[in-house]
């Protein structure tokens, strides 16, 4: 479950951005769409507990983001929450495999190869697992970001515009792959983007003026 109570942040001396209040059950797909400039992106930051909110709270399951230290925070992030950036971050010195392997460790949980390897063949990049992710095409980038956010089974997955570079085809195969991997760990799926070709794809969506 994703929840968001009277959330509001604001940048030094910006104006208070203030979000809707919403409920993401478990397993439940959502979009949530608004024009660049919107607030979007820190939104997602948010949620993601990569900033602090100057008032409300964000919960996941049933903890709130605001009640952990930095470096608990940082532990639960990667065990329960996968995030898919709109960049692909990478350690360009590590191989496909020890990005991911560095996924779990960061996450404490156990290294599991066996877990890496199969979820990289499910998405189709299982022949790239000791390329370096420099050596990637943007899409098998795209994928394997996938699969680093849902590698330690995540219960919610937020994905940053992760269509807005691509040609429909690709947006199809990628808004797809987003689906079926969260449905394959039971993971709450939250898409935040500002492509209109997603509005008709997802029954439930928050709209962000």
Known sequence: MLQTNQLQFSYTGAQTMTFPD???KKGEQWLLLGQSGSGKTTLLHLLGGLLSPT?????VGETSLKSLSTAALDKFRG???GIIFQKTHFVRSLTVQENLILAQQLAG???????ISDLLNRLNVGHKLHAKTNE???????????AR?????????????????LDDENC????QLLEEQAA??????????????????????????
């Open 184 to 209: 394959a760990v039971g993971a709450t799926l939250l898409v935040v983007t500002h492509d209109g070709r997603l509005k008709e794809r997802f029954e439930k969506q928050i709209v962000i003026e």
């Open 136 to 146: 990637l095409s943007q899409g098998e980038q795209q994928r394997v970001a996938i």
């Open 172 to 175: 199809e195969e990628v808004i």
């Open 109 to 115: 949980v156990a290294i599991n190869k066996t877990r």
């Open 79 to 81: 065990k329960h929450i």
């Open 22 to 24: 919403f409920t993401c």
């Open 149 to 165: 956010a849902i590698v330690n089974q995540p219960e919610v997955i937020l994905a940053d515009e992760p269509t807005s570079a």
């Open 55 to 59: 008032k409300g709270e964000v919960k």
